[in-house]
């Protein structure tokens, strides 16, 4: 009996073994995929009856990594992909138990990433640095996008041309997906090619969950670098490579003087003619053209408080040339900024990849010439009435998926003016939560002699020209610290330095930084606002997960130090903040963090550049509490609520401080949707008013289909001023703008565009009685994408 029991435990044992073998090697096998080929298509409507896919690779998504810790997915998804040659098809069947809570609405490409969303992305070099991502809404709305491992930026305004469509279904909803090899980069040969990849459904209901097929681990901060590989694609070719899209846009500009009564509108009327040319030389080799190309046809840019303020305001970038492969020129610092490119009357673009080498490189010629004048209190925008040349090139070597090494160059020229600027970078991945990045730049820069009466104001007798820098007090003298940066003879040169290491792990992520900015240190193509800074700074945050039954899925605790000096090595700038933030039920979300700040305010004599002795130092404390809530899929809101100290920069001094926000996003049908925010900022001293600021915007649009929209927007800023309260400046008490904008659009793609609209903007202020409207326009725009 003993030695039956003994074999039967040895058998038992063989037999678990081999199990637990057969599991290891299926898992194994999930870690690695091989995409079907088939001369056969697919007509990308829905209904998944085509043959090709009964021959197409299935794979279920089902596990849940964010927010639980690759837990078993609550609902049903099947995915299928294959190939043909010529383009890539995947399928998506997504199953949901209660299908009327399905989150779906109309919208313009890349606006419905809160809906219920699948889809792909797409490593297709396999380094684990760049990924495509194509993901579809229940209704087919196309969200596409680059995401940047290096720098960890999200590139959601690029488009490619690809095809989707989208149906609900009783048991839920279904989409198909077919993606051109032509407009991705990859391997040029006849190879089998292997690419890393993953399917990805988002799921929000009360928690937004993001089901895929594979697990991720959250010590590990890369997720690209953990996605399964997917092998095949032999006769993947680029097909159609050249694409031609010729444009005509035609116009009509009026204006007038609002403060001359009765007068009578002007106008002009302007037409012109553009191209743009893409052609994939290679799959792995891109050049994009454009020949005067009009960039006026843009969504409004969102409204901005633009008071108190002593740094330039950021505006995304919107337009198609400079969007496409923009990734290959991010850094670790914002020295690409191509908003600074204002009217240009042609330009080109290299992109591409070869092995571990990647390189980008751009050529302009604008009609104008915009960049940034830094400080270490403040920039502002100068402005050249002169045509400029600007470049940028960038290249970068990935060692291994460990270590990278890159080198930037930027250069703006135009008559008594250049900038140029070059640099080293590195990335290196000490191992899967640590990671050390480091950029060294250098700068040559000489601006016209008379730059710098641009920045002068002021209401004494006293002028920038005078060459013995007379002393003046605040609000009473010609400089601003702007004068100072650029009155400069000649060429100059500075250098700047940026080190970070960073330790994303699933409880913790830690970043210590250092900013070395030189004080004559210019990135005129970026967006490098302060200079003469030396800057420190330490986060800590810790990270507290709920189970799948919690109410509440994260939280987070948050504190920050940082310190500022200049070169000379006076202090401007201390810190401390901390805080926390949760996530909680109906997919809501609330932080509350407290400030405190040592901080300088403005110079005493601004003739002189000095901090020690020539500021005053004030401490700022702000308490800043946000939250927002979906209480049913068709809302949103959210609202901010700051106060405390802060500190009134026009009349240096410490003010009490007040600022509330409130938004709501409202789908009122499937195809609606009203956006409403309003800010209201208040700063008082002495009990009295400062300023008062109510800034209003409304976005209405109506989505006929996927292809075609009505949107109207209407931005109203409304500035309230007490002049017996701003002793140091001469304030409007009330100084009112209003902008509109209508615009009808049809999209066959996002290059075959059809544009029909119509803006406007008012300004009242204390001699007009009303909101005046100084300029109105009337524009259309039409361009067609030819592919050879």
Not at 434 to 454: H, R
Not at 481 to 486: A, K, L
Not at 493 to 498: E, G, H, I, Q, S
């Amino acid at each position: 009996m003993r030695f039956i029991n003994r074999c039967c435990s040895y058998i038992s044992l063989i037999f678990i073994s081999l199990i637990i073998g057969n599991l290891a090697h299926a898992s194994a096998q999930e870690s690695h995929y091989t995409i079907p080929h088939s001369s056969q298509s697919a007509k990308i409507d829905g209904d998944l009856t085509d043959p090709i896919w009964q021959n197409a690779r299935k794979i279920e998504l089902n596990l849940v990594n964010s927010p639980w810790n690759n837990e078993p997915s609550p609902v049903k998804t099947e995915a299928r992909i294959i190939e043909n040659g010529e383009m890539i098809f995947i399928s998506f069947v997504a199953y949901d138990p209660e299908p009327e809570k399905i989150k779906a609405f109309l919208g313009d490409r890349d606006s419905r990433w809160n809906d219920d969303i699948v889809g792909i992305k797409l490593d297709t070099f396999n380094t684990r640095r760049l990924n495509y991502e194509f993901f579809v809404n229940p209704f087919g709305v196309q969200h596409d996008g680059i995401n940047n491992e290096m720098t960890g930026d999200v590139n959601r305004a690029w488009n490619g041309i690809w095809d989707s469509y989208g149906k609900l279904t009783e048991q839920g909803f279904q989409v198909e997906i077919a993606i051109p090899y032509n407009i991705l980069n990859f391997e040029n040969s006849n190879d089998i090619k292997t690419w890393a990849f993953e399917l990805v459904r988002l799921y929000p209901r009360d928690s937004r969950l993001r089901i895929s097929h594979t697990p991720l681990d959250r010590n590990n901060n890369c997720w690209l670098c953990q996605a399964p590989e997917l092998s095949g694609f032999k006769q993947a070719k680029g097909g159609k490579n050249l694409m031609f899209t010729p444009s005509l846009v035609a116009a009509k500009n009026q204006s007038k003087d609002i403060f001359t009564p009765g007068s009578d509108w002007q106008s002009d009327s302007d037409s012109e003619l553009g191209l743009d040319i893409r052609w994939n030389i290679n799959t792995n080799n891109l050049l994009n053209a454009t020949i005067n190309p009009d960039f006026s046809t843009v969504e409004a840019d969102a409204g901005q408080l633009n008071i108190n303020k002593t740094y330039s305001l950021y505006y995304d970038e919107r337009r198609p040339f400079f969007l496409d492969n923009a990734d290959y020129f991010t850094s670790n610092l914002a020295l690409v900024y191509t908003r600074n490119i204002a009217d240009p009357d042609f330009g080109a673009k290299l992109t591409g990849t070869q092995g571990d080498h990647s390189y980008g490189l751009f050529v302009t010629r604008d009609k104008e010439t915009n960049f940034v004048i830094p400080g270490n209190t403040g920039s502002e925008v100068a402005s050249l009435d002169d045509e400029s040349n600007s470049a940028a090139f960038r290249y970068r070597y990935d060692l291994d998926e460990y270590i990278s090494f890159g080198a930037l160059s930027t250069l703006r020229k135009s008559d008594n003016y250049h900038n140029y600027l070059a640099g080293l970078d590195t990335k290196y991945k000490l191992d899967d939560s640590n990671t050390i990045k480091a950029q060294w730049l250098a700068s040559n820069t000489e601006y016209p002699e008379d730059l710098y009466q641009s920045f002068c104001y002021g209401d004494s007798d006293e002028s920038c020209d005078n060459a013995t820098l007379v002393e003046c007090s605040i609000g009473q003298c010609a400089y601003t610290e702007q004068v100072h940066r650029t009155r400069k003879s000649g060429e100059f040169n500075d250098n700047a330095l940026v080190a970070s290491f960073v330790h994303e792990s699933e409880y913790w992520e830690i970043e210590a930084e250092h900013q070395s900015i030189g004080q004559d240190f210019r990135a005129d193509l970026g967006f490098i606002t302060s200079a003469d800074i030396k800057s420190n700074r330490l986060a800590v945050d810790r990270y507290f997960y709920g189970d799948t039954d919690s109410p509440w899925q994260e939280l987070e605790l948050e504190a920050q130090w940082q310190i500022k000096h200049n070169e000379k090595g006076e202090l401007l700038e201390k810190s401390w903040q901390a805080g926390f933030n949760i996530d909680g039920p109906m997919q809501s979300y609330f932080e509350l963090t407290f400030n405190y700040d040592d901080k300088i305010g403005l110079r005493h004599d601004e003739s002189l550049l000095a901090i020690d002795g020539n500021t005053s130092r004030f401490t700022e404390k702000m308490a800043n509490m946000y939250a927002k809530i979906q209480p049913v899929a068709q809302l949103e809101i959210d609202g901010e609520l700051k106060l405390g100290k802060k500190i009134d920069y026009r009349n240096n001094r410490l003010g009490d401080y007040r600022e509330y926000y409130a938004g709501i996003d409202f789908n009122i049908t499937q195809k609606l949707l009203t956006k409403l925010y309003y800010t209201n900022a208040n700063m008082q001293y002495d009990d009295q008013d400062v300023y008062t600021v109510q800034l209003t915007e409304l976005r209405v649009s109506y989505q006929f289909d996927v292809q075609s929209y009505l949107k109207l927007s209407v931005i109203y800023n409304d500035v309230d001023q007490n002049p017996d309260n701003n002793p140091l400046k001469t304030v409007n008490k009330r100084s009112n703008s209003m902008s509109t904008q209508l615009i009808y659009a049809y999209k066959l793609n996002p290059q075959t565009v059809f544009y029909l609209g119509y803006s406007d903007s008012s300004y009242q202020n204390d001699y007009l009685a009303n909101l005046e409207r100084e300029q109105r326009t009337f524009f259309t725009k039409i361009s067609y994408a030819w592919m050879q």
